[in-house]
């Protein structure tokens, strides 16, 4: 599975949205972009995953670059509860999900 | 749907000894995981389970072992505790590929563990 890098931290207000980079220039036409979050001392969070389209649910946006070497999940009105470390994983869809360091999003009041 | 639940939530062990934590899922998902997360650290994979019955070792499996008797159910044994085993463990599942079901996973609480 291809290697992402996402910046070790972030600061957003609350209220504006948050845009969260990712890496993953090796990635492979079969490679899916996973985005989980972990809010502190809880279990991960599925939040969004696409491969080629940009996509939307109820928690966020997922936006990828044409040439999929980048994506960017926006959270469109950052509040206080979504401080929390997120996670950009490429991976082919039925493989085992791997988490690396993460982003750390601090939104602030 | 209670979702995934781990028991228990927290643990003190002393070095050898044994216990079994145990993680339920109602959403009748056909995988299930093992994670363990150091501070400051990744969630790394110990053991998975793609159906009732089977079980594979995943990133760091030693010193553990699993069993996957019921679907719902899936469990996982320390034999003789080591203080390198203290950390805090994740259990998750998830729907499994038939159908073109999405590999979304959903984590449980997690269970704090500490061996001394």
């Known amino acids: 599975d291809a290697k992402t890098t996402q910046p070790p931290s972030m600061d957003c207000a609350e209220g504006r949205a948050a845009n969260l980079p990712c890496n993953h220039s090796?990635?492979?036409?079969?490679?899916?972009v996973y985005w989980y979050r972990q809010i502190h001392s809880q279990g991960p969070q599925y939040i969004i995953h696409?491969?080629?389209n940009n996509e939307t649910n109820e928690m966020a946006s997922l936006i990828i670059t044409e040439d999929r070497k980048s994506s960017t999940l926006i959270l469109p009105h950052a509040t206080l509860r979504d401080t929390a470390v997120y996670y950009c994983?490429?991976?082919?869809?039925?493989?085992?999900?791997?988490f690396g360091a993460g982003t750390i999003l601090r939104v602030k009041s | 749907n209670a979702g995934v639940t781990q028991t228990p939530k927290f643990r003190v062990l002393k070095t050898g000894q044994s216990m079994t934590l145990l993680c339920a899922q109602d959403?009748?998902?056909?995988?299930m995981y093992w994670y363990r997360q150091d501070p400051g650290m990744g969630l790394r994979l110990i053991h998975y389970?793609?159906?009732?019955?089977?079980?594979a070792k995943g990133e760091v499996p030693d010193g553990y072992n699993v069993s996957r008797l019921k679907k719902q159910n899936f469990l996982l044994g320390l034999e003789s505790a080591a203080p390198s085993q203290t950390s805090v463990y994740f259990c998750?599942?998830?729907?499994?590929?038939?159908?073109?079901?999405?590999?979304?996973?959903?984590f449980g609480p997690g269970t704090r563990l500490t061996v001394t």
């Open positions: 998750a599942s998830s729907p499994g590929l038939a159908g073109g079901l999405r590999n979304e996973q959903y």
């Open positions: 090796t990635i492979s036409g079969n490679e899916y």
């Open positions: 696409g491969l080629k």
């Open positions: 994983i490429a991976l082919e869809y039925g493989n085992k999900l791997v």
């Open positions: 959403m009748n998902h056909e995988y």
């Open positions: 389970s793609v159906g009732e019955g089977t079980t």
